[in-house]
């Protein structure tokens, strides 16, 4: 990282959040000029009245848009629409009023789940828009892709700069660990650590374990985004991913040994098991902005784990 961020104000919508604490502890040695990272409760960014004045009182030189509501397949399948209109009302606000008051640079988290559900493996930007996501998260996918069309019409017309980027799953210290919001992760490091202290003979885990997923540690996303703010300027998203997929079955029985859960884990095929495969192309990061994660997942796991372990009560607290 350059002296880019020095001059700059920044504001970090959704600054409070998993990733957003990440990216914030990031930047600030950086030195920028300000951070601005204000919780939902002082500016709610689903209202536009709310949004001009955060610009306003923020006068940012750069925005970076993490703040969503997002959850796992539990909090999707419960949820759909609030999930589609918030992010959908929030981005199209974000992108508005950094438009409206020429903000330099706007750089836009989507997601994976954007992808449509049978995308061939791995996921290449260029197939982002050949199917209809997977039906479980597809309101939560669709509103944030809208985003990246918005922001790409915005460029055409009226040389607006933002970028876009979809990371994959994330995961990491500070990660939500209550089963209504909880993603697989945290999910079944909770059920794991329970079960092998109650010394309980089995566990049960949702879906086939079939499925398969790719998880990007969660300071390795936060140098991503930071690395895509400072050197990428053009309208074409770019995936934000590890490159390596995991058997949700293998991630299982990995948690359940490094916690010292011992018993089974009986899974449920009633429960859905969400996108069938995901591993995204990352090398279009590396190529236009250097990106590549750094963090393996034994690792990454070993410190949400000891996170998790001495900041229980923390971690538990549902939010949405
Ligand atoms: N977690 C993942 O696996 C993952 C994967 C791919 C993409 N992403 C994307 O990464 C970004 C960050 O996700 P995360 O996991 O860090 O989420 P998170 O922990 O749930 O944080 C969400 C953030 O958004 C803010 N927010 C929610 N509603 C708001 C509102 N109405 N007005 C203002 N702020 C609001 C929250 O503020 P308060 O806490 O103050 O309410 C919080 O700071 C999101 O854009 C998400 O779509 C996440």
Redesign the pocket.
């Known amino acids: 990282m350059s002296d880019f961020w020095a001059t700059k104000r920044v504001l970090v ?8 604490r990440a990216l914030v502890r990031l930047l600030e040695p950086l030195g920028p000029a300000a951070i601005v990272a204000p ?3 002082q ?4 209202r536009p009245d709310e949004v001009a004045k955060l610009f306003a009182d923020a006068d940012p030189d750069a925005v970076i ?6 959850g796992g397949i539990g909090a999707n399948l419960e949820r759909p629409a609030e999930l589609y209109i ?2 959908l009302l ?1 981005g199209t606000f974000i992108i508005e009023e950094a438009r409206l008051r020429d903000v330099p640079k706007t750089t836009i ?5 954007a992808y449509p559900k049978l995308t061939p493996v791995p996921f290449s930007e260029e197939n982002l828009w050949d199917g209809y996501p997977e039906e479980t998260n597809a309101p939560y996918g669709i509103a ?1 892709k809208a985003l990246l069309v918005h922001a790409q019409a915005n460029r055409r017309q009226y040389g607006q700069n933002s970028i876009y980027l979809l ?5 990491g210290p500070g ?2 660990f209550h089963p209504a ?1 909880s ?1 697989v992760i945290p999910a079944l490091i909770k059920k794991c650590v329970e079960a092998a202290e109650r010394g309980a003979s089995e566990v049960e885990v949702w879906g086939s374990g079939r499925a398969t997923r790719e998880f990007l540690y969660v300071d390795d996303a936060a140098r991503g985004i930071l690395l895509a703010a400072e050197h990428y300027d053009d309208a074409e998203p770019v995936n934000l991913g590890s490159g390596e997929e995991v058997p949700v079955r293998d991630l299982a029985e990995m948690i359940a040994r490094m916690v010292g859960f011992d018993g089974e884990l009986r899974w449920d095929p009633s429960k859905p098991d969400g996108q069938p495969r995901r591993r995204v192309d990352v090398s279009r990061a590396e190529r236009t902005f250097g990106f590549r994660a750094e963090t393996g997942i034994e690792e990454g796991l070993e410190r949400t784990i000891d996170w998790y372990r001495s900041n229980r009560e923390q971690a538990e607290v549902a ?2």
């Open positions: 919508t959704g600054g409070t959040g998993f990733l957003g919780p939902s409760a500016y709610d960014l689903t848009h993490l703040a969503a509501r997002v918030s992010n929030m988290l989507g997601t994976i789940c944030k990371p994959t799953n994330l995961f990660d939500k919001v993603h939010s949405i």
